[in-house]
């Protein structure tokens, strides 16, 4: 499998170091970034200008107004697109291929723990699979749309959940906790939450931690009073709507 990825910057160097072991070449143009990409990589072919296309496995991680300077040669096998917004017929448009897949990574690539959306040709699904999971947990959807839905989750909410860990760490500070200790604590408490979420049903999580009349049940009818669910689903909806306006 040759892979061609097309610009290295925060999301795509965060893909190449799970993809480094990989027989891949990598086109990055901005020379800074180029020279930082070879003292990394020694070992991987580092390129300014795109190559022919043809029998590579073609991953965008470029910024999707970038998509209309794009000038390619060739056809390639596959191209799998990160760009936000950029439908699989606008892709079409502008890179010839024989499939095509749309992803949708989130910012925690750089760990090897994203949430990575995918969707497209089922053909380019196995390959699309075995690239996408060196940076984390994939989840294959059957429609644009849902892929554009789960941008909100996978795409915005770790943006959201910075603001969570925060606010509850701004409230643990104002209570008298040192500020390193309570950001470390919100951090492995949310790490550790998210594990546990993976086999149980967030309701049930929630109940086994309430205890009636409790310092949790306090808490949280303090977050109802602040519309704290009606927050996120409108936060989810407009993540939605500004995927069909990019």
Same mark, same amino acid.
Request: with cysteine; hydrophobic share 45%; charged share 25%.
């Given at each position: 499998?040759?892979?061609?990825?097309?610009?290295?910057?925060?999301?795509?160097?965060?893909?190449?170091?799970?993809?480094?072991?990989?027989?891949?070449?990598? %086109?990055?143009?901005?020379?800074?970034?180029?020279?930082?990409?070879?003292?990394?990589?020694?070992?991987?072919?580092?390129?300014?200008?795109?190559?022919?296309?043809?029998?590579?496995?073609?991953?965008?991680?470029?910024?999707?107004?970038?998509?209309?300077?794009?000038?390619?040669?060739?056809?390639?096998?596959?191209?799998?697109?990160?760009?936000?917004?950029?439908?699989?017929?606008?892709?079409?448009?502008?890179?010839?291929?024989?499939?095509?897949?749309?992803?949708?990574?989130?910012?925690?690539?750089?760990?090897?723990?994203?949430?990575?959306?995918?969707?497209?040709?089922?053909?380019?699904?196995?390959?699309?699979?075995?690239?996408?999971?060196?940076?984390?947990?994939?989840?294959?959807?059957?429609?644009?749309?849902?892929?554009?839905?789960?941008?909100?989750?996978?795409?915005?909410?770790?943006?959201?959940?910075?603001?969570?860990?925060?606010?509850?760490?701004?409230?643990? %500070?104002?209570?008298?906790?040192?500020?390193?200790?309570?950001?470390?604590?919100?951090?492995?408490?949310?790490?550790?939450? +998210?594990?546990?979420?993976?086999?149980?049903?967030?309701?049930?999580?929630?109940?086994? %931690?309430?205890?009636?009349? +409790?310092?949790?049940?306090?808490?949280?009818?303090?977050?109802?009073?602040?519309?704290?669910?009606?927050?996120?689903?409108?936060?989810?909806?407009?993540?939605?709507?500004?995927?069909?306006?990019?």
């Amino acid at each position: 499998m040759k892979i061609l990825l097309i610009g290295a910057g925060n999301m795509g160097g965060a893909m190449l170091s799970g993809l480094k072991e990989y027989d891949i070449t990598v %086109v990055e143009k901005n020379k800074t970034r180029t020279s930082e990409l070879k003292k990394l990589y020694p070992n991987i072919k580092i390129l300014e200008k795109i190559p022919n296309i043809d029998d590579f496995i073609v991953i965008l991680a470029i910024k999707p107004q970038a998509l209309n300077l794009l000038k390619t040669t060739g056809k390639a096998k596959g191209v799998i697109s990160i760009l936000a917004g950029v439908s699989i017929q606008r892709l079409k448009e502008a890179i010839l291929a024989k499939q095509y897949i749309r992803a949708m990574p989130n910012i925690a690539a750089i760990k090897q723990k994203a949430v990575v959306s995918i969707c497209g040709d089922i053909g380019l699904k196995n390959e699309a699979l075995t690239i996408l999971g060196t940076i984390g947990k994939c989840f294959w959807l059957e429609s644009e749309k849902e892929l554009d839905i789960a941008t909100g989750i996978g795409g915005s909410a770790p943006a959201w959940m910075a603001i969570v860990a925060e606010a509850l760490s701004d409230g643990a %500070v104002k209570l008298g906790l040192k500020r390193d200790i309570s950001y470390q604590y919100v951090a492995y408490m949310i790490e550790g939450v +998210g594990e546990l979420l993976k086999n149980d049903h967030p309701a049930l999580l929630k109940d086994k %931690v309430t205890s009636p009349g +409790g310092t949790t049940a306090a808490g949280s009818a303090k977050l109802e009073e602040g519309k704290i669910r009606d927050s996120f689903i409108k936060a989810m909806e407009a993540c939605y709507k500004k995927t069909q306006n990019l």
